[in-house]
């Protein structure tokens, strides 16, 4: 469920940073636990990458 969470954030930004989507996939999240989240975040762009659902542009993330 998070991961689809993830792609449908980045297809509505369409360009975002690891932050910017932290902020929307984990809304209302305790600002304590965000490093937790953004770490999560991260992992899941990366296997979206790899199954080339997702690319980065230097910060940026985009759905492909």
């Known amino acids: 469920r998070r991961e689809a969470l993830v792609l449908e954030a980045l ?16 809304r209302g999240l305790a600002v304590e ?3 937790f989240a953004r770490l999560s975040l991260l992992a899941h762009l990366i296997k979206l990458q790899r199954e080339g659902r997702a690319r980065r542009d230097d910060d940026r993330w985009h759905a492909a």
């Open 11 to 26: 297809r509505a930004a369409g360009a975002a940073g690891v932050d910017e989507l932290v902020a929307v996939v984990y």
């Open 33 to 35: 636990l965000q490093r």
